[in-house]
């Protein structure tokens, strides 16, 4: 609704080999995956590294919400 809060996540396609899994644990290789990049959460932004983890960056916040 218009003036609410939202809630954003950033995500990145890349390209590579990976395997994953089904619910039954049979592996399917596939050749792209999503990772995500940035997210906005009550209004904190959490940018992530490689290792997966998130950061909270106040000014990357900052910078996020100009464009916006």
Known sequence: ALGRQADIS????RD?????YDALGVPMPVKQTIVPVVTVKRGEVFVYF???????NPAAARE????V
């Open 10 to 13: 950033v995500l990145d396609v």
């Open 16 to 20: 590579g080999s990976w395997v994953v």
């Open 50 to 56: 490689i290792s997966g983890a998130k950061v909270p």
């Open 64 to 67: 996020l919400m100009k464009r």
